[in-house]
Structure formats: structure tokens, C-alpha cells
């Protein structure tokens, strides 16, 4: 049994039982387009239960090492030849200074929940249920035993994908599309609650897209449940009321371990494109659009002249990346990708991950107040190496500057980056304006700029000196807009500040 987060805990169960279900069919009401109130759900567990199985695994576990005890040795006069004597006895005997002893290995046993989703034999877990496993063994409801071989996990997801080859009869269950669940909507979930066997439980979708701290992951988003679910139900399927699989039950929040009606499971539409990536590669091929992005607040709107908060900010190039090569540029807001709305930056990579690998696809930006539609072959992710951001070309200033200019709208002090500048700050050749002051309580101050940050852009324009800062801050007041966009490296690390101007 794993724990994501305190409170949180996934529900695999050790030496329990594990039982998940699926649907061949939807029964004739369904087909109608209209779902009856559940005066039972009698006959769709009876459809579902077939395809539901018990994943158990074992895992050899050695004791931890421990020294032997060491007799107390006798004194002997320091040169005594009986010293070096008695120190090779209690070597051969084994109580050296380096001679640990080694507890005996034991089989250590958990047991999960799985459900069949193609009758050649592959079956759905969760990750944290076989991870580690020297041996994975699938039960069908018969109790048949069946040797599973591992087709691909992912850890981000926490989903597996087993195999297990059998001349029985296999029910399998399709996935359902868990974007069209609303809150309410009644679901059922089966699994082995403390090991009790085979159990069907009922609730409705509680919340959508719930965030469980699940390690900053982008796949953070589940679908809440008060369905009951416990330890013991990890792998096992959540269904919709015609029987598709909706979600893949895989966390609780209880105090206490047991149920109190707070469940979480992976989205269907999440889980069905990683368990065809594990059938088809093996592992997981996550897109990659190779830009750094930040998601648009209010402030960078008002500046950048977009309408609403919308879309996520690209702060940065990677070089050679997917997104430099399709020619966007830092300072462009992406919108949508393929016609859906981009909402953050979170949401805007989760889309990029899930895109096929080197196929166009079809961005819509805000550039320079317009709309612009740019096709982007998306890359695949190297998860093992981090590609280098590209660093903004700025011209190099003169040896000496003209004094600091003080820019009483942003709380800033600015000077060209003189050679003494560069040592103190230890800024690169290509820094032209640098930050030497900011003042407490300043809007410059409200968004953590600090000396030593460098103005690469002001409205989205090169700063090759403060007179052209002054110069876009006066066009803005005249054009009474209330914030100024800013593109502020610091340490190599580039990033877009909006600020506040001050209209004083």
C-alpha cells in the first residue's frame, strides 16, 4: 500500500483479496440515450464482474544486515603474541570488524485490483500495485491463476499494462469518455476492500479535475467519488451506468485508512491513451513543444492588449526545438491547440504531452495584438536530459553609460551594464540594462524583481538601454494602459513581469 501524500493514499492491499470489473455490452435503456434511475444494479454488476480480476504479487525482501555480536575480548599486554592470536580466532569465527551477518530473504505479498480490456489478454492495474514485483500473477473470478507478464508501466500516471496468455474465455470492457461524466452522475466501482472479495459499491462524481498535490505532476486530476473505495481496490475500475470505464480508482483521503467517502480516479481519457502508448511502444512517448510558458494573468493581458486572462505566455525557446523551428517567438500567447482553449501553463503542456509524436498540429497565438495560426511538429520528451533555454540576443553597450535612471513608475533603477555592472552582478557580454535599485512597495518590488536583473524586453520591444524603457512606459500612459510587460532575465533564467504603473 503506497501513501501519495498525507492522508492520501493509494489502496493496494497486502494479503487481501482484489477484484475490478468491466462491460461488453450496454443494456437496451442505454442504447435509447436515456438512464433510468437505479432501481437496482443488480444486472450491470452481473455483466461487469467477469472481467474483473485480482492482481497478486510477490517480492523477495531480505532482512536488514546486522553485525554480529562481538564477545568481550581479553586484555592482553599491547605486542603480546597472544593478541594477534585471539584476532584471527575472531575473525574465522566470523566477528570481524566487517564480517555482517544477513537476516534470511522472505517472500513479502500484495495483492490489487485489474480489469480485462482486450480478450487476447491484456489487463489494466495501477503501477504502485506490481511495482517492485519479482512475480505478477492475474486471478480471474474462477479463481484460475494465471503468470503476467509486464507489458510497460508509467510512474507519472500510475497506470500498467499486464499480458497473461490463457485458453479461457476472457470478458474485456472498453473505456468510456470520462470528459462527458458530470458531478452527480451516478458511477459504480468494484474491488477487494480488505481482502472480503469481490464488491460492488455505489456513488456519483463528486468533483471533476481535483487536484491531490500528486507531486506537481501535470496529470494531477482526477475524478472525485464517494463511492465507497478502500485499500484494496488500487487498479480496480470506476463504470458509468452503461458500463464503460470511466476511471481507474487509485488514491483515497482518510485519516484513518478506511473509507469516508473521498476517492479519486485517473480519468478514462487520461488512462486510455498511456495504456495504447504501453500496448504499442511499451512505454510512454509524451509530446513536447520545447518552450518555457507562463499562464497569463490579469496584469499580462492588460498589457499584452488581450481581452481576457487566457492562454499561457512562451517566455523562452529551447534551441532546435519543436517550437523555435515552427517560428514562434517569446512573447506569443498561445490560446487553443487544435480548436480547444488553452486555460494555463499545466494545462497547455498536458496538451502538448498527449499529442502524437512528429505531427503537425495547428496552434492559434496572439501576437502583436492579432491572431495567428502556426503549425508546430510536435517532439517527443526527453525525460533524461533538459535541453538548453535559448538566451535573448541584446547588443552590447558602450564601455561606459550615461548615470542610473530612475523610473519612478515601476519603482526601478536602471543603468546601462558597465563593465563594473557586469563584475558585481556577474552578468554575460550581452546584458544592456541592468537593475540597480528597487524600491520597497513598489510595484517592481510586488513582483520580486531584485538588482541584478537584467531588461531583455519592455512592450515587447528590445531594451537596448533605459532611455528606451522611459521612452515605452510614457506610450503606455498616453495609451492609459495600467501595466507594462517586462522580459527580465536573471541568472540565464528568462521570464515575463507585468507590472503595475504607477500613475503618479
Same mark, same amino acid.
Given at each position: ?312 505566455? %512562451? &517566455?523562452?525557446?529551447?534551441? /532546435? @526545438? #519543436? ?7 517569446? $512573447?506569443? !500567447? =498561445? ?58 540576443? %541584446? &547588443?552590447?553597450?558602450?564601455? /561606459? @553609460? #550615461? ?7 515601476? $519603482?526601478? !533603477? =536602471? ?75 536573471? $541568472?540565464?533564467? =528568462? ?10
Amino acid at each position: 500500500m503506497s501513501e501519495t501524500r498525507t492522508g492520501l493514499r493509494g489502496f493496494g492491499w497486502r494479503l487481501g483479496l482484489f477484484v475490478a470489473v468491466s462491460v461488453i455490452a450496454a443494456p437496451a435503456w442505454a442504447q435509447s440515450g436515456t438512464v433510468p434511475e437505479p432501481g437496482s444494479f443488480g444486472e450491470l454488476a452481473a455483466r461487469l464482474l467477469p472481467a474483473v480480476v485480482n492482481i497478486s504479487t510477490s517480492q523477495t525482501v531480505k532482512t536488514e544486515a546486522k553485525a554480529k555480536p562481538k564477545p568481550d575480548a581479553p586484555q592482553f599486554t599491547p605486542g603480546s603474541p597472544f593478541e594477534e592470536f585471539f584476532k584471527d580466532f575472531m575473525e574465522r569465527q566470523g566477528h570481524g570488524d566487517d564480517a555482517p551477518e544477513e537476516g534470511p530473504a522472505h517472500k513479502s505479498v500484495s495483492l490489487g485490483s485489474g480489469f480485462v480490456i482486450d480478450t487476447a489478454g491484456l489487463v489494466v492495474t495501477n503501477n504502485h500495485v506490481i511495482d517492485g514485483a519479482d512475480e505478477i500473477t492475474v486471478i480471474l473470478q474462477d479463481d484460475t491463476n494465471i503468470k503476467a507478464e509486464l507489458v510497460g508501466r508509467d510512474t507519472k500516471t500510475d497506470l500498467a499494462l499486464l499480458r497473461i496468455k490463457t485458453t479461457h474465455a476472457l470478458t474485456a470492457v472498453k473505456f468510456g469518455d470520462s470528459d462527458k461524466e458530470r458531478v452527480g452522475d451516478w458511477v459504480l466501482a468494484v474491488g477487494n476492500p480488505f481482502g472480503l472479495g469481490g464488491t460492488v459499491t455505489a456513488g456519483i462524481v463528486s468533483a471533476r479535475s481535483r487536484e491531490i498535490n500528486n507531486n506537481d505532476s501535470i496529470y494531477d486530476d482526477f475524478i472525485q467519488t464517494d463511492a465507497p473505495i478502500n485499500r484494496g481496490n488500487s487498479g480496480g475500475p470506476l463504470f458509468n451506468m452503461t458500463g464503460e470505464v470511466i476511471g481507474i480508482n487509485t488514491a483515497i483521503f482518510s485519516p484513518s485508512g478506511g473509507s469516508i467517502g473521498i476517492g479519486f480516479s485517473i480519468p478514462s481519457t487520461l488512462a486510455s491513451n498511456i495504456v495504447g502508448q504501453l500496448n504499442t511502444y511499451g512505454h510512454v512517448r509524451r509530446g513536447w513543444l520545447g518552450a518555457k510558458m507562463e499562464t497569463v494573468n490579469d496584469e499580462m493581458a492588460q498589457a499584452l492588449g488581450v481581452e481576457k486572462s487566457r492562454g499561457v505566455l %512562451i &517566455a523562452g525557446l529551447f534551441d /532546435k @526545438g #519543436p517550437a523555435e523551428k515552427a517560428g514562434l517567438q517569446p $512573447g506569443d !500567447v =498561445l490560446i487553443n491547440v487544435e480548436g480547444k482553449p488553452v486555460t494555463d501553463a499545466r494545462h497547455l503542456e498536458r496538451m502538448v504531452a498527449d499529442q502524437p509524436i512528429d505531427q503537425p498540429v495547428k496552434m492559434t497565438v496572439w501576437r502583436k495584438h492579432q491572431e495567428k495560426v502556426v503549425e508546430v511538429k510536435i517532439g517527443q520528451l526527453d525525460e533524461t536530459e533538459a535541453p538548453k533555454i535559448q538566451t535573448a540576443s %541584446i &547588443a552590447k553597450p558602450e564601455q /561606459k @553609460g #550615461p548615470p542610473p535612471s530612475q523610473i519612478k513608475a515601476l $519603482g526601478l !533603477v =536602471l543603468s546601462e551594464a558597465t563593465p563594473a555592472l557586469r563584475e558585481k552582478f556577474q552578468l554575460g557580454e550581452s546584458a544592456s540594462v541592468v537593475i540597480t535599485d528597487v524600491s520597497k512597495g513598489s510595484p517592481a518590488s510586488d513582483r520580486d524583481l531584485k538588482p541584478g536583473d537584467v531588461v531583455v524586453e519592455i512592450a515587447q520591444q528590445e531594451a537596448k538601454s533605459p532611455d528606451d524603457i522611459l521612452h515605452r512606459i510614457d506610450e503606455a500612459k498616453k495609451a492609459g494602459r495600467k501595466s507594462i510587460l517586462l522580459l527580465v532575465d536573471r $541568472g540565464g533564467d =528568462l521570464r515575463f513581469v507585468a507590472l503595475r504603473i504607477d500613475q503618479g
